[in-house]
């Protein structure tokens, strides 16, 4: 089984200079943090705390057998979630299905669903997509671990009414399945009520590390994705993560660069940038799973840190005709990541023509893949002329084994820099802030003071988010 990889040899001063990378001794000196890091992880896994490393050896087998009948019956798969609950059902779906998936007919999608993914509550798309569906042959899954998500929630609701209307109250249970906690909420109470299949998300599981849960599982299973490869493929990680030197794996390693990068040389922005458009989204899910983890104002003795470097996605090549220009010459701020996949499933070959023509002729007989790779190594090549780091993890090529790998690499990776970082990994304090303010805003009882504070005035009883308002 091909193994991803890790090339960081422009990341070092041997490419860079001592001015700008970092040298062997100084990745040696994290060794001891690195390895109180394992400790740490080790320790906290086996208190049951880190219920998502657990997530490799649940039995799947339910989620695998649902798939495969709700394959059978619907057309349709609309996944209602947001966050966590989600971006990993969009990485896997970009990653694995056919780029125009719900564009085939179903007998080229191999009898799959079409997939649409809510994630927002702008009404012009709920009601864009809700007026174009045939329910009677649409399944819609609802994912919140909490059964409080005011977004999920308000989309549910409004798919259940149409639901009701258009198919009558005693076939909305079959048209919906609950990916949820497993003994409380108001999703659970509601499946018990009313009879819906529901999944469960295990305690303890976050939504940013729920991925390889039925979270991303349960979806993936419904459009056919290749379950079992991801599972083997996120194995092989955790053999790789728990087997090697701390710094003789792609995930500690990662965690470290991202690290010293930032606190030896002030780069507090981590680009993620794929030569794949099939890996755009799974930069889109590794953005919210950087910054919810990292992103901290507190350490976990209280202190203040403000810790955390802010992720950006970009995309290769497309990327290098917006953004390269700021990375190359704008503040030396950047630590950027390519993912870079070795073996393409097509290879488009570009034809010779016109021949005569120097800036055309030299592309005839290449393929569109080696195009692309020869864009990725020539960024990177120039950012470290400029005295910029990246970093590059090859994929032998995009598939569930690969992105198995991936995706688990990157969670580890997080963990650890929260202990590099000494923060709290797994809460998320100022997004449970925004969250509060909404429920007050909308009215939700037992948030009536909060909504007056908002909503309260300075002096003269104006409202501060009125003051400077231009009309």
Known sequence: MDRISLDYTLCMESALGRANGLSPYLLEAVRLPLEQARAALEERRRAGSLAWMDLLQRNLEDVVTFGEVARERFETLVVLGIGGSALGTTALARALLHPFHNLLPRVERQGAPRLFVVDNVDPDTVAGLFEHLDLRSTLINVVSKSGSTAETMAVFLVARKLLQEQLGEEQVAGHLVFTTDPYSGVLRKIAWAEGIRAFEIPPGVGGRFSVLSPVGLLPAAIVGLDVKGLLAGARLMEAWVDDADVLGNPAYLFATLQFLHHTRFHRALSVMMPYSDSLCDVADWFR?????????????????????????????????????????????????TFLRVEGFAHQVVIPSLYGQEGSLGYLGGHSLGSLLGAEQEATAWALAERGRPSLTVSLPRVDATSVGQLLYALQVATAVAGEL??????????????????????????????????????????????????A
């Open 421 to 470: 970082y000494g923060v709290n990994a797994y809460d998320q304090p100022g997004v449970e802030l925004g969250k509060k303010a909404t429920y007050a805003l909308m009215g939700r009882p037992g948030f009536e003071d909060l909504a007056a504070e908002i909503q309260g005035g300075g002096e003269g009883g104006e409202k501060p988010g009125r003051r400077y308002v231009l």
């Open 288 to 336: 919210q799973l950087w910054a919810e983890s990292l992103g901290k104002a507190k350490d976990r003795q209280g202190r203040t840190v403000h810790a955390g470097t802010t992720p950006i996605r970009a995309l290769g090549a497309t990327d290098q005709h917006s953004q390269v220009q700021l990375y190359m010459e704008g503040p030396d701020d950047k630590l950027v």
